[in-house]
């Protein structure tokens, strides 16, 4: 925590906060005259100015340029403060009394972030490009390409941070509660019972002294389920607000397991660097994050296996999907536990119905082939602290040409995205951190694999089967917005970034880039002329569509910026966006 890494920090996050606020239309930069790339924001009162140059690309995005922001008031420069940009800029923010403490905190500890991932060494592009799966999820720098405040992580101390948060690379060992069978509930998918999970997951040894420690209380371990607990989460939570449950036994905390962990990028998944063959661990963590206290609901866990199952068994009989080698990470198996005065009190949704639940994932590593690796989609994205584009790396590193690169790309990712849209009426949430990339030896994209299904899955159809357990993932959303996912999800939220990333690097222009998309697009459309009348009605070559905003959201209500029962309801819209496919329309 030094000034000259919290300037540069300052500096990168005003550079974001510029860029994707503009993108939403809460800012409207004005050009300078006479100059070109050259713009100015100006603060509620008028008497403070931002000045910056920036480039312009498809989809309104702006590419600032982070050592030209200046800060004036009164003809002084003044030096940057991303806390005092937030403030001079309130009301055009539109944040509220409650609000703007809680999200200038969460600014600060993005900031710390920041500052962190600065002092400490990292990998460059180039590194990266040819680095192992973790070290690749560790090396992230920068979390979610939209949100400004990203990495809040508020609950954290500076030690915990330090022993937590993904970059940090620090390894984790869970803590294992025995919850009563009588207020629990575990669901597992099919072949997978309780007695093998846990078989599978926990050495002899490891069950041998939990057994002894309930013996030596008394209890018997069989009338009990293994929950598997982040650390924070019983130090700060379940110790004290499950206080009475833990003195009547209901929950005994059996200590630390043997294995080591490493946190995810979504920060409360472990994957497990002991024995990355078992499955990845979902916890819940109740730290405010970008939006949410990340909790998981006992209730809503329950369905979370019977949802993959359905979904792995639906891309296991379509042919297109198989044959792109579409990938689905199933959550195997859920245990929630039931919180029985919290549940007589707190509403649905309540935070305090999601502190003590987890989730098992499969592992990606089982599924490698010969000369296969893996990285998060995210990955893309990434640009080291020198400007030095991961995926530029990646295309370099491949030998293709770097339209070559995007087809094989999109052959794995975009088309699973579009038949599981068009053809079963399913969308995901494919942003870079829920997919990962199965790539070859020389950083060529081979095919994908999806994760976090059950929780951010939804079937837009009211005639699609479903199994009685899945029902909860369908959604009623008007026609006309169907296709926001995939210009929302896909082309905004991602493509917007990754095509700008190239282009800055001088790897591929974007026209290039988004004639590319349109070409594969157009090719998988013309591979299912049955599906015809739902290109059309969904069009992804319409002139514009709407832009959603998810700063808005999170600027709006940093507690919970989205109701999960009706995501649809809760979008935040901004005008429209022209969308670069228009060009291409044939």
């Keep these: 925590m030094t000034p000259e890494h919290w300037e540069h920090a300052t500096r990168l996050l005003i550079r974001k906060a510029l860029a994707e606020f503009a993108h939403e239309r809460l800012l409207s930069p004005e050009p300078a005259p006479d100059t070109q790339g050259t713009y100015t924001v100006r603060s509620d009162d008028g008497a403070t100015s931002y000045r910056f140059t920036a480039r312009r690309f498809a989809l309104d995005h702006w590419q600032v340029e982070p050592g030209s922001i200046t800060r004036h008031r009164d003809g002084a420069r003044l030096p940057l ?30 900031l710390a972030g920041t500052a962190y991932k600065l002092a400490r060494p990292s990998p460059d592009a180039a590194e990266l490009a040819a680095a192992d799966f973790q070290t690749i999820e560790t090396g992230m720098t920068e979390g979610h390409p939209c949100f400004v405040a990203n990495n809040g992580r508020l609950g954290f101390d500076s030690a915990e941070y330090r022993a937590y948060a993904p970059e940090a690379a620090a390894p984790v060992r869970l803590i294992w509660i025995a919850a009563h069978r009588d207020h629990t509930t575990f669901t597992s998918g099919a072949g997978l019972g309780y007695d093998r999970l846990v078989l599978s997951e926990l050495s002899a040894p490891v069950l041998r002294r939990f057994a002894a420690t ?102 296991a009989r379509d042919e297109v999907l198989r044959r792109t080698g579409l990938g689905i990470l199933r959550e195997r198996a859920a245990v929630g536990y039931h919180p029985e005065a919290y549940e007589a009190a707190a509403p649905a949704g309540s935070p305090y119905l999601k ?10 590593v089982p599924s490698l082939r010969p000369g296969e690796r893996l990285s998060t989609m995210a990955a893309l994205l990434h640009t080291d602290w020198r400007g030095h584009s991961l995926a530029a790396a990646l295309v370099e590193r491949s030998g293709l040409a770097p339209a070559d690169w995007l087809r094989r790309y999109l052959d794995a990712y975009l088309t ?10 399913l969308v995901l949430m494919p942003h870079g951190e829920n997919v990962i990339l199965v790539l070859d030896e020389r950083g060529t994209p081979r095919r994908a694999l999806f994760k976090d299904l059950a929780e951010e899955v939804a079937v837009l159809s009211a005639d699609a089967e479903l199994p009685p357990e899945a029902e909860r993932i ?3 959303v008007p026609e006309d917005m169907k296709v926001l996912s995939l210009f929302t999800d896909v082309f ?11 282009a800055t690097a001088g790897t591929l222009d974007e026209d290039t880039f988004w004639s590319t998309v349109a070409d594969h697009i157009t090719a998988y459309q013309k591979s299912a002329p049955q599906l015809a009348e739902r290109f059309a009605r969904h069009d992804l070559f319409a002139e514009d569509f709407a832009l959603s905003c998810l700063n808005r959201l999170q600027l709006r209500d940093n507690q919970q910026m989205v109701d999960l029962q009706d995501p649809a309801g809760a979008l935040r819209l901004a005008g429209t966006l022209r969308n670069p496919l228009a060009a291409y329309a044939r």
């Excluded at 940009?85 to 600014?107: C, D, K, S």
């Excluded at 002991?274 to 209730?299: D, E, I, Q, W």
């Excluded at 502190?355 to 990606?364: G, N, Y």
Aim: negative net charge; charged residues 20%; contains cysteine.
């Design 416 to 425: 699973p995205v579009l038949h599981c849209f068009y053809a079963h009426d």
């Design 474 to 476: 369908r959604a009623d």
């Design 355 to 364: 502190m003590l639940a987890a989730l098992w994932r499969e592992s990606p």
């Design 81 to 110: 403060d991303a806390l005092a940009f937030v403030t001079e800029l309130r009301g055009t923010l539109g944040l509220g009394e409650a609000v703007l403490p809680v999200y200038l905190e969460e600014i600060s500890s993005t």
């Design 492 to 502: 905004d939220c991602f493509f917007r970034f990754l095509s700008a990333t190239l």
């Design 214 to 315: 309930m013996t030596a209380r008394g209890l018997d371990l069989d009338d009990y389920c293994l929950i598997p607990v982040h650390p924070w989460q019983w130090w700060h939570k379940l110790s004290v607000t499950f206080a009475a449950d833990i003195a009547r036994r209901r929950l005994v905390c059996l200590g630390y397991g043997d294995d080591d962990h490493l946190a995810q990028q979504s920060i409360r998944t472990f994957f497990n660097s002991s024995n990355p063959c078992k499955h990845y661990v979902k916890t819940a963590l109740s730290v405010l994050n970008m939006g949410f206290a990340r909790g998981l609901s006992a209730a809503s866990m329950k369905a979370t296996p019977a949802i993959n199952d359905w979904l792995a068994d639906l891309v």
